[in-house]
């Protein structure tokens, strides 16, 4: 396999704003306070050197990487780092051309202090498939939690796969998905997370071929049960939020569009705007009293434009990316719920059956016995009703342990999720709150320059003293 | 304009007070009275000339002319061209006529007829349009009739208070009463004025062009086509603010439309829902008021071509001029070969004439001679005391156009803070809004 390696200097510019990222992560259940996960603190320098990585040698041990515990001891403190005993970071995108087929791969390094890991670092490469592999496993592990979502398969604006910028944003997002499921309490203790961090490729790829689950987050047979099937107790919690979500989701990917729409319109606006003020410049050298005035005006014009420029360029940082990732969040959301259906559905049915076979039983006890195939083996009736009896019996007491089983497994899940949704809501609340003020505040401060800049033009244009020479001619400011 | 007014009515009052002092009477119109449009009509007009056309409605205008109220025997005459009664002005006097367009038109074609030498004021064109709106702008929208009446008083105005064109009979006559169009020969003018204009656009090659024209007609059509590429960009510039805040009006749909299901922060979200609508309705007062402006814009920049058209009307002069010098050349040339006897005219001997068709021929280019010369002669003064009245009307326009401009700046000046100020306002108040939220 040829490789051909990504701009390193690219890989190091990343680290270091991801380095404060790993130190602020979000979503575990134990944090208090809401930090934000795209909060730059200013960052540690970094040497590219460090990723003069040439052969990563699968599952090497890496030697301490200063720069990763120096980043952390960097970190928030009041988050508690010492807590963490897991950490992860994704970096290092490379890509692999091999006959078949080409991708990219990137690095995941792991540091942890847990028994249950063999080692306390690890380094393997991954691909983005493998992403796709690792939570569709933990879908189907914990199906009462929100797993946090993965980036986009494709690019909205037709990137290629191997465009830097589409590299940059998904490597950012895949960061920040191993975080948020490491810093998850319970996520973080999957079997399958410990074989993405540290198994082999060729270990990997052997484990992945295996168990190739047949049961799907909602598997086949569930799923269409779960679209036809009425629950009778109906819980109305969970349907509101379902249309909550539901509602949400859409809305967030409306204001996405309109978004997009003004930024575009916004981006044309800077242009027209250059082209507008040279003409100023162009007019102020043949009007000699005037071409104070018009340079002031030309002058006015540009830095308008600077100042759209400036709201332009925050725009997919700070508003485009967080919106789009809320989105992905609350379609994970919805995915838990139908997901935590399963559990409750499973609990009815086995209800059902019970009920049913309770039924039977009573029919049973007090209904006369009719012809059977037991009266050929030539027992009487009494044996055979007896005998059926029994066999109900057996049945029923172990469909009462499975409904009490199923009762309670399902309102576990019920009580995890709920705790889960909370924590999200809240997250949720803070991050498009910031989107928004993000967003006032960048249309503030574009029009308090826009206003500078005009009000700097009104002294010029009042001293334009007229060859009539009285300059006491300037017109009535209504100001 | 303003300043000139009272300047006027001081020197007037000087006047009265030192009887002495000399003072012109041909004192701008303006001085003495005010003019104004305030309504126009729809009308459905007289079948027009061609048959085919049939009877479509047109618009008037309504003149109203008030002499301003001012002292008693100030010696102030309005101009010559009285009513028909032929009264003579008493002092609260009042005119009232209804013009159309094409009148209008008409006037300008006689002006510019008349007083080549004179910048004439421009009209409003004949069709406006805000070129963002895809709103097909009829001809008779209202407001497009409003921009109009404004830009057709600003004409008005201008050529009241020229100290040249505001004595013109016709204009005079235009103002007061009906049969304005018979004080000159000038009008099928219109159809002149176009078609010199038309000449006017072929460049002569000059030998001696004079450099003060050159220079105006050079700075006249830079700045024309400054003015124009500036109008053209700022169009799209328009458009391109009217659709920015009107893509907001969206947000506020999406906010309202997520106030009804999330609750915590219903309220928050209805307030800034009404602030997106109030900021994408606002842009459409804003371009509107800002299209004022522009038309002053549009208006310097057709003075421009008013300014050209002098320019090459001397041309126009002094290549007749030139002409007729290189005739009187030709002719004078003519003239030595014939008189001198120069026997490489040998076509002369060869038909054998006679030396009394010599002394014709001599006779006849003597008198051409004398013809071209006296011609000359009237070209020489023609053109000597156009140069005079337009190098001053120049110059006057100058002045003029930089207080002009100067208003015009200021204007766009306030009118981007003003907005700017409201724009400001609206989004502090959303900024105060979101972080509001819970």
Known sequence: ?479 | MTDQTFENINTALDAVENPMMNYNFKSPLLSSVDISIPVFEKRVGETSASAMIPTDGFVAYQIITVTKSKPKNSGFELNAYDDDEGQSCTLEKQWVVWRRYRNFELLRGHLEATYPYIIIPPLPEKSFSYGWQKVSSEKLSSDFLERRRVSLIRFLHHVAEHPVLSNDKTFLAFLQNENWMNTTKNMDAFGKASQTLRSLHASYRLKMPDRFFEETKCFADGNHSVISSLLHVRTKIAGREFGIHKLHANYGRVFREMSSFQNTASEEFQTVARYMDIYAAGIDTMLEEEENIIDKMKEYMTYMEAVRNVCCQQELIQFQYEQLESSIHSKESQRKQISTGDHTSSIFLLIGRSTMNQDNKLQALDRDIQQLETQMQLLIGENKSFKQKAQEDIKRFHQQKEHFLQEAMFGLAVHRIQTYRKNLALWLKLQECFSKIQ
């Open chain 1, 1 to 479: 396999m040829e490789k051909s390696s990504e701009n390193d200097r690219e890989s190091g510019e990343y680290s270091q704003q991801e380095a404060d990222r790993l130190s602020s992560s979000t979503f575990s259940r134990d944090s208090k306070r809401f930090i934000d996960p795209l909060s730059l603190n200013s960052g540690n320098e970094r040497n590219s050197s460090e990723f003069q990585d040439v052969s990563p040698s699968e599952g090497s041990v890496i030697t301490p990487d200063s720069s990763l515990m120096g980043s952390l001891s960097l970190g928030d403190d009041e988050f508690g780092l010492c807590t963490r005993d897991l950490i992860v970071r994704v970096d290092n995108p490379e890509k692999h051309s091999s006959t078949l087929d080409s991708y990219v791969t990137f690095r995941i390094t792991t540091k942890t202090t847990r028994s249950d890991f063999d080692d306390c670092e690890y380094s393997v490469r991954r691909r983005y498939n493998d992403f796709i592999w690792l939570r569709e496993k933990l879908e189907e592990e914990y199906p009462s939690s929100i797993i946090p979502p993965l980036p986009e398969k494709h690019s909205m604006q037709r990137f290629q796969r191997f465009n830097s910028e589409f590299l940059k944003t998904r490597m950012v997002g895949l960061n920040k998905f191993l975080n948020r499921v490491a810093d998850h309490s319970l996520l973080s203790h999957s079997e399958n997370l410990k074989v993405f961090l540290t198994f082999k490729v060729w270990e990997f790829a052997a484990q992945k071929k295996q168990n190739v689950g047949l049961m799907g987050r909602v598997s086949g047979t569930f799923h269409n049960l779960a679209t036809t099937y009425l629950m009778k107790s109906r819980c109305e919690e969970f349907e509101s939020l379902n249309e909550y979500t539901q509602k949400l989701s859409e809305k967030l990917g409306n204001l996405e569009r309109i978004g997009q729409r003004i930024q575009r319109e916004q981006l044309e606006y800077v242009n027209e705007l250059h082209e507008f003020h040279p003409i100023f410049t162009l007019w102020s050298n043949s009007e000699h009293q005037l071409s104070g005035a018009l340079d002031t005006i030309a002058t006015a014009v540009e830095d308008c434009a600077e100042a759209q420029k400036r709201v332009t360029n925050a725009y997919d940082l700070e508003f485009a990316q967080p919106l789009h990732e809320n989105i992905l969040y609350t379609e994970a959301v919805k995915e838990a719920l139908k997901a935590t259906r399963c559990p409750q559905i499973e609990y009815e049915l086995t209800l059902e059956d019970l009920q049913k076979r309770r039924q039977e039983r009573e029919q049973l006890l007090t209904g006369p016995q009719g012809y059977s195939i037991g009266t050929l083996w030539g027992k009487t009736s009494e044996e055979i009703k007896t005998e059926k009896e029994q066999k109900l019996n057996r049945v029923i007491e172990e469909l009462v342990r499975q409904v009490d089983e199923n009762n309670h497994r399902h309102q576990k899940a019920n009580s995890e999720l709920q705790g889960e949704i909370e924590s999200w809501q809240e997250t949720k609340r803070q991050e498009l709150k910031q989107l928004f003020v993000g967003m006032a505040n960048r249309q503030v401060q574009y029009y308090e320059k826009c206003l500078g800049a005009w009000e700097a033009t009104i002294p010029s244009i009042k001293n334009i003293t007229t060859s009539h020479g009285s300059g006491d001619e300037s017109p009535e400011n209504p100001l």
